[in-house]
């Protein structure tokens, strides 16, 4: 392990939560009779741009529009890889309009977007490493997407299957802390996945389930700190041990739609 792990600095694109809130249930975190507290998911949303600025990351806005309470979760719009723009297609009808206006945004900001056959939905499921995608099934993205997917990037997809609908999006489950390991919570997935991670990243770091359910695994790296939720406690502390670099995040307020740091963040790779 390195004494001192060297950040990477990233481009994000996000989507304030101006109309947040909880409406329909597509997960079992949603319960649409429970109220939001909207300017707290605002201030809670505010502090994690600007811990993404003060570590010097650069973050893009996109204007959330009215009657997309969801909208706030940008990583679901799209996967960036190399310049290349793969789209969504949710699968919830509730979430599909979202699409068109990331795609505008892209576009806009001079990228083309491909647009997929199959459901898709964005980095919730489609995980670049660095050398291959991670993609997830089994509650949102399909299998056809993953195919899709590699044929238009060119690189290698691992299929994972999810099995607890908890953890419906692979960035519920999983996520990449630099371009050699990762973190998860092994109970998410079907035995023969956990087998495929365990291969891949035999030094991986564990969460336990605690972790998961507070959104822990919900988390950017930048390959040396790590914007996690605080609630995640045993897993910062496994990540500190690693050398990484914990940094505190609450998001508790979007956790009430089934989103985290990870959900509201959508990665830009040139």
């Not at 109220?35 to 650069?58: C, F, K, P, T």
């Not at 699409?99 to 964005?122: I, L, M, N, Q």
Request: charged fraction near 25%; include cysteine; proline fraction near 7%.
């Amino acid at each position: 392990m390195p004494e001192t792990r060297v950040p990477r600095r990233r481009r994000f694109l996000v989507c304030e939560p101006r109309h947040f809130a909880v409406q329909y249930a597509i997960n079992p975190w949603m319960q649409p009779d429970i109220q939001v507290d909207v300017d707290l998911a605002r201030e809670q949303w505010q502090s994690l741009i600007r811990a993404y600025r003060a570590h010097g990351h650069a973050v893009d806005t996109l204007e959330p529009v009215v009657g997309l309470p969801d909208m706030v979760f940008a990583a679901n719009s799209a996967v960036v890889v190399g310049g290349r723009v793969f789209g969504s297609l949710f699968h919830a009808p509730e979430r599909r309009p979202e699409s068109t206006h990331y795609e505008t945004w892209f576009k806009t900001a001079g990228f083309d977007v491909y647009r997929p056959e199959s459901v898709c939905e964005g980095e919730g499921d489609l995980v670049w490493t660095g050398r291959y995608v991670l993609a997830g099934t089994g509650f949102r993205t399909s299998r056809d997407a993953h195919r899709e997917a590699q044929e238009f990037f060119g690189h290698p997809v691992v299929s994972l299957t999810l099995v607890d609908p908890y953890f419906y999006h692979l960035d519920t489950a999983l996520f990449v802390l630099d371009d050699d390991n990762i973190a998860y919570y092994p109970e998410a997935f079907s035995p023969g996945s956990r087998e495929v991670l365990a291969r891949l990243y035999p030094d991986a770091v564990l969460a336990t389930r605690d972790d998961a359910s507070a959104f822990g695994l919900n988390s950017v790296s930048d390959g040396r700190h790590v914007f996690i939720a605080p609630q995640a406690e045993t897993l910062a502390a496994r990540l500190d041990e690693r050398g990484y670099v914990p940094v505190p995040v609450d998001l508790s307020e979007l956790l009430k739609a089934g989103g985290g740091i990870k959900c509201c963040t959508q990665e830009i790779r040139s």
